[in-house]
């Protein structure tokens, strides 16, 4: 059977989560009468609501307020679950979005188990997308964008093996490729973070003494990442909401995000690298709070940087990074899988040794370093979650780092985090509404 075919009817069958007697179900399908499989708590461990419970309204807007984003219901009668996203799109439309987004999902089996509930939601993503703009089908505005193959020397083409030679670590990084400094400000802060005398307020002076991060950081505070009621107007009131280590880690982030500007833009459109980056952030947070994992800007400023070693390629080597991404088009390949032979080594192992470089906490450095192969880490859990964060994102193609498929999910990885079904659901709504927003954060300063 056509592959696409196959894939199309895909689009239109739900997966349920395979738990006997109840439904993992998001909170904006969750309806006044529902009865609660499980006890609720928040992220903290906080308990919130009892197994068996009948939920009312006022028990959703309890739910919603502690930021809870899916809860576990006993198996109710057909009708009480609203209706699934896709059974309110025309079929004709659903398949046609099914159709735009399968060379991208081409490494998957998306006719099996969790990759097929991947799959039904970005196509369900997709169709809605196609429905609001309104403007006539076009498969190549749906491929991967942010490196531009128009952009590619006829130089480049072909001839992979013979101008790059395979080299060593050793030799790439001493004589090919120059760390960046970063300005003083970064180690102040990193500093100050890493000294257990250093105060919150140490911390908020240090922030104020430089107005562009001082601003953005209170835009991310004030955001939709975080929800509070109330305006937070001062850097000392974000480290005491926040927390120091979590706004000394948000600092850092956008410290290095501005002080990539010196990229050439005829290969990386920097705009989708960073709004992929930042849907990587946002959803790499999501699934570490419903882990329950203790530092989740830590997951954050992990998702956002786990291809920063893929930029400095680009600045030192451009020539290489045009021939890996011909390579891996024409051979239907990876990006990362195609590095070691065109680059030297893989981004990855690039992005670990500036963090080193630059010494950050080994925990970023585990995560960039084995964001492909989370289960090779000597700590997998975080990695393991930055994985599934940069696969959802893929899947949904929100903006691009210059990889054409979706990676496969590992089986051994899911088993790993061992979530629900439902994650992907929960963490695509999330993106979705708050990439927007921390995108225009930063604009052009990115």
């Known amino acids: 059977m056509d592959r696409v075919r196959t894939i199309s009817s895909v689009a239109a069958c739900r997966v349920r989560d395979p738990r006997r007697s109840m439904d993992?179900?998001?909170i904006d399908e969750i309806a006044p009468g529902m009865t609660l499989a499980e006890d609720v708590y928040d992220r903290n461990g906080r308990f919130l609501?009892?197994?068996?419970?009948?939920?009312?309204s006022k028990h959703l807007r309890i739910?919603?307020?502690?930021?809870?984003?899916?809860?576990?219901?006993?198996?109710?009668?057909?009708?009480?679950?609203?209706?699934?996203?896709?059974?309110?799109?025309?079929?004709?439309?659903?398949?046609?979005?099914?159709r735009s987004i399968a060379k991208r999902f081409s490494h998957m089996d998306v006719e099996h188990g969790v990759e097929r509930e991947l799959f039904r939601l970005c196509a369900v993503r997709q169709a809605r997308v196609m429905l609001e703009s309104n403007q006539p089908y076009d498969e190549s505005e749906l491929q991967p964008g942010a490196l531009q193959s128009s952009a590619f020397p006829d130089t480049c083409r072909d001839s992979t093996r013979s101008r790059y030679p395979k080299r060593s670590p050793f030799s790439l990084l001493e004589k090919e490729i120059i760390l960046p400094a970063l300005p003083c400000i970064f180690h102040q802060i990193n500093d100050a973070i890493n000294n257990p005398r250093s105060s919150a307020r140490d911390i908020a002076d240090i922030i104020q003494n430089d107005s562009s991060?001082?601003?953005?950081?209170?835009?991310?505070?004030?955001?939709?990442?975080?929800?509070?009621?109330?305006?937070?107007d001062t850097i000392s009131r974000a480290v005491v909401v926040i927390g120091t280590k979590e706004v000394g880690?948000?600092?850092?982030?956008?410290?290095?995000?501005?002080?990539?500007n010196n990229i050439p833009t005829h290969i990386i459109d920097m705009k989708s690298f960073w709004k992929h980056h930042m849907a990587c952030a946002i959803a790499s947070r999501i699934i570490a709070g419903y882990k329950n994992t203790a530092n989740l800007e830590r997951l954050f400023i992990g998702g956002l940087l786990h291809d920063i070693g893929r930029l400095i390629v680009c600045k030192y080597m451009p020539d290489e990074l045009l021939a890996s991404i011909q390579r891996a088009q024409r051979e239907d390949k990876f990006l990362h899988e195609v590095e070691p032979e065109t680059v030297g080594l893989m981004h990855s192992t690039i992005g670990a040794l500036l963090l080193k470089e630059w010494k950050l906490p080994v925990s970023l450095e585990n995560i960039v370093k084995y964001h492909h192969q989370p289960l090779q880490a000597p700590d997998r859990l975080e990695p393991a979650i930055v994985n599934l964060a940069d696969i959802i994102v893929n899947a949904a193609g929100i903006g691009s780092s210059g990889e054409q498929f979706v990676p496969p999910l590992d089986p051994e990885a899911w088993s790993y985090l061992d979530l629900p079904h439902?994650?992907?659901?929960?963490?695509?709504?999330h993106v979705d509404r708050q990439v927007g927003e921390l995108t225009r954060i930063f604009g052009n300063g990115v």
Do not use: C
Not at 49 to 56: G, I, R
Not at 217 to 229: D, E, K, P, T
């Open 213 to 232: 991060l001082s601003a953005r950081l209170l835009r991310i505070a004030n955001s939709v990442l975080y929800g509070f009621r109330s305006k937070i």
């Open 49 to 56: 609501l009892a197994k068996n419970l009948k939920l009312t």
């Open 24 to 26: 993992t179900v998001i």
């Open 422 to 429: 439902s994650i992907f659901a929960i963490t695509l709504k």
């Open 63 to 98: 739910l919603k307020i502690w930021g809870i984003t899916g809860v576990e219901i006993v198996n109710t009668a057909e009708g009480s679950v609203r209706k699934p996203a896709e059974s309110q799109i025309d079929p004709i439309m659903l398949e046609k979005a099914a």
């Open 249 to 260: 880690s948000l600092a850092l982030g956008i410290t290095i995000m501005t002080h990539f």
